[in-house]
């Protein structure tokens, strides 16, 4: 037998043309040789080698299939003609073209959600350092934050470990992007890869990314894919030992509501309410209550029982923060430190309201006792139990999702500005984008976003940014926190993907359609991808409509997703949004 190989451009090795025989996989440095005995008509056969990245685990058997994006050629539905989506650019090459002298940085892209009030599984633990406050850690019971909650926690990591992943893996590019299953099993393991491949394939293939399947943060196979560092999303405490685009530290404190407030952008007035010191004495150590309740939960929790230093510690310092909002007069705006999600945030424009926040936070087991409890030594430097008060921007006449891309040198590409979706909760639900307005709204934000741009840059983050600004008639109808009279205000900095980082990507996809506007949101729906699809088949096809992520929850015969819509105008656009929301329910990121 002769082997063959054939090199491309770049060194990497590419097979033959595949054949229905028997192949083998064997592990080669850090690629796999997958060997295909191949027929010919001159002599007995040829092998094919055909080199592939992976997880090494895979290379354990023979005839391991390997799925990479790269190898699926066009998306398929039997009986349904899915269109290839072709972006306007990647993740992957704004990063190149961000830091020329980097560009050959093979970069690992994560882009996991995280939250501290409990697991996601064995291999994802909470975090304990970088603390977020997303709508669980505020809402639910303590008592129920525990690993034998497993519907929360299956929720939570449907979310956070495959749909958010994938919406920010369908604008990546050609990158590793690192992804982790819901658990171990091989049920589930093919499953979360079944569903993220299935969202990809529609993509063209030269912006498909490579994914990277592994069990947790601390199990990334850096080496085995040749990546060189990560970049991410959110802070997870388990890349602290990886080589990072940027320090998980700074990227927490850019991304807080007191590093907001202190940066200098024309931010509402507020007061930031700061947490001292940390709780003197460790659960074990501090008294009876403390030690009872460590034993029989799994998050670390100061009970009002309590009868030691810790207990005193938490009482002092929830004083300050319940006094500063007892005599804060409504209307005003709340939020915790760090959110997600829109989660953390409390509008308060009533007594009634106002008075309903007091009962909450004095709770014994209410958002501010929880919080307080998960300081520590090794963070309360971050002031992670601080709470930012500010006031209301008034008569807001427009809301914007700013999004772009800041380069090393601190220049700024403008990608977008999307209008937002919230719900009564405030928490963020999806975006629009008309086309045909973002030269003007370019000109209108440019200053900002330059600004914004510059401030990020100096702490060393290359990167996407979203901020999201309310706009006001008159300039100085609302005091900012900078003293600057405006009628831009920045209401949120969020220095990473949005979620609305889809939409100006598409441009060239809807307009060649003819069509000007543009949505992405998130629904629950009954049954499986396949269902949604032939119901929305003629939309599919058109390429007005098309899945952003999905994950398909087999025992509850329902699935969360994010789909994108296009349509000629807004109008068009308000109805088709509204037809696809009768049959389903809102999902909050």
């Given at each position: 037998m002769t082997l063959l190989c054939l090199l491309n451009r770049g060194g990497a090795a590419r097979g033959l043309r595949s054949t229905s025989y028997a192949s083998s996989t064997i592990c080669c440095g850090r690629h796999n040789i997958n060997i295909n005995p191949t027929p010919t008509a001159a002599r007995g056969s040829q092998l094919r080698l055909n080199f592939t990245n992976t997880y090494p685990r895979y290379c354990a058997t023979a005839s391991q299939p390997l799925h990479t994006m790269g190898s699926v050629d066009k998306p398929s539905l039997a009986g349904i003609d899915l269109p290839i989506i072709k972006l306007d650019t990647t993740l992957t090459e704004l990063f190149r073209r961000a830091s020329p002298q980097n560009a050959s940085t093979r970069l690992g892209m994560v882009f996991c959600g995280v939250n501290s009030g409990v697991d996601l599984n064995p291999d994802f633990p909470r975090n304990t350092k970088y603390l977020y406050q997303d709508s669980p850690f505020n809402t639910v019971p303590r008592k129920e934050l525990t690993r034998k909650n497993h519907d929360l926690r299956k929720s939570l990591a449907m979310k956070y470990l495959s749909l958010i992943p994938q919406r920010d893996a369908f604008i990546a590019g050609p990158s590793p992007v690192i992804m982790f299953n819901m658990n171990q099993s091989p049920a589930t393991v093919a499953h979360d890869r079944e569903e993220a491949t299935t969202t990809l394939s529609v993509l063209d293939p030269s912006q498909r990314p490579n994914l990277v399947f592994c069990p947790g943060p601390s199990k990334i196979p850096m080496r085995e894919y040749g990546i060189d560092k990560i970049t991410y999303k959110i802070v997870a405490d388990g890349l602290e030992s990886y080589p990072l685009t940027h320090s998980l530290e700074t990227h927490w404190i850019l991304n807080s509501k007191a590093g907001?407030?202190?940066?200098?952008?024309?931010?509402?007035?507020?007061?930031?309410?700061?947490?001292?010191?940390?709780?003197?004495?460790?659960?074990?150590?501090?008294?009876?209550?403390?030690?009872?309740?460590?034993?029989?939960?799994?998050?670390?929790?100061?009970?009002?029982?309590?009868?030691?230093?810790?207990?005193?510690?938490?009482?002092?310092?929830?004083?300050?923060?319940?006094?500063?909002?007892?005599?804060?007069?409504?209307?005003?705006?709340?939020?915790?430190?760090?959110?997600?999600?829109?989660?953390?945030?409390?509008?308060?424009?009533?007594?009634?309201?106002?008075?309903?926040?007091?009962?909450?936070?004095?709770?014994?087991?209410?958002?501010?006792?929880?919080?307080?409890?998960?300081?520590?030594?090794?963070?309360?430097?971050?002031?992670?139990?601080?709470?930012?008060?500010?006031?209301?921007?008034?008569?807001?006449?427009?809301?914007?999702?700013?999004?772009?891309?800041?380069?090393?040198?601190?220049e700024p590409v403008f990608l977008a500005a999307s209008e937002q979706m919230t719900d009564g909760n405030n928490a963020w639900v999806?975006?629009?984008?008309?086309?045909?307005?973002?030269?003007?709204?370019?000109?209108?934000?440019?200053?900002?976003?330059?600004?914004?741009?510059?401030?990020?840059?100096?702490?060393?983050?290359?990167?996407?940014?979203?901020?999201?600004?309310?706009?006001?008639?008159?300039?100085?109808?609302?005091?900012?926190?900078?003293?600057?009279?405006?009628?831009?205000?920045?209401?949120?900095?969020?220095?990473?993907?949005?979620?609305?980082?889809?939409?100006?990507?598409?441009?060239?996809?809807?307009?060649?359609?003819?069509?000007?506007c543009a949505s992405s949101f998130g629904i629950t729906v009954k049954g499986g991808r396949e269902e949604f699809v032939r119901k929305w088949r003629r939309e599919f096809e058109e390429g007005r409509m098309f899945v952003l992520s999905w994950y398909e929850d087999r025992e509850e015969g329902a699935s969360i997703a994010d789909v994108v819509v296009g349509a000629e105008n807004e109008e068009g656009l308000q109805g088709m949004v509204e037809r696809v929301r009768e049959g389903s329910e809102e999902v909050i990121f």
């Open positions: 907001l407030a202190r940066s200098g952008l024309p931010t509402p007035r507020c007061d930031i309410i700061s947490v001292k010191g940390y709780p003197p004495a460790s659960p074990r150590s501090c008294c009876d209550a403390c030690r009872a309740d460590k034993r029989s939960n799994d998050l670390t929790f100061i009970p009002e029982s309590c009868s030691g230093p810790s207990g005193q510690w938490v009482k002092t310092e929830s004083a300050k923060v319940l006094s500063a909002i007892s005599s804060r007069p409504v209307p005003f705006v709340l939020k915790n430190q760090q959110v997600f999600g829109g989660a953390g945030t409390w509008v308060v424009t009533t007594q009634e309201q106002k008075d309903d926040l007091l009962s909450d936070f004095s709770s014994p087991d209410g958002p501010l006792r929880k919080l307080l409890s998960q300081v520590t030594p090794e963070n309360h430097h971050m002031d992670p139990a601080a709470v930012v008060i500010s006031d209301m921007v008034s008569n807001p006449i427009g809301d914007y999702g700013l999004t772009f891309f800041v380069n090393e040198d601190g999806g975006s629009t984008i008309v086309y045909s307005r973002q030269e003007a709204l370019y000109e209108r934000f440019q200053v900002l976003m330059s600004r914004t741009a510059e401030f990020v840059a100096k702490h060393g983050y290359v990167g996407p940014v979203g901020i999201d600004v309310l706009e006001t008639g008159t300039e100085g109808e609302t005091e900012t926190h900078c003293g600057e009279r405006t009628k831009f205000h920045v209401v949120d900095l969020n220095v990473r993907t949005s979620g609305s980082l889809a939409l100006p990507l598409l441009k060239g996809h809807f307009t060649q359609r003819g069509l000007d």
